[in-house]
């Protein structure tokens, strides 16, 4: 997995939020990617609760 250079070394820290069903109801798998991205991204933090998609939309739009 790579991802994007401004992503890494940014003095904020990266907060990754999650969504959907699988996520949200089938520990094993949110563990597995919460897991893999402590190690792609150890300074990022994972909100622990899914967030409402329509929260994500307005997130991104008020960024752009």
């Known amino acids: 997995m790579t991802v994007p250079s401004s992503w890494v ?3 904020a820290p990266l907060a990754i939020a999650f969504t959907g069903s699988v996520l949200t109801h089938i ?3 949110r563990a597995a990617m919460v897991a ?3 190690q792609t991204l150890p300074a990022a933090r994972v909100q622990p609760a899914p967030v409402d998609p329509l929260d994500g939309a307005l997130f991104r739009a008020r960024r752009a």
Do not use: H, N, T, Y
């Open 9 to 11: 070394g940014s003095e």
């Open 27 to 29: 520990a094993a798998v």
């Open 36 to 38: 893999r991205l402590g």
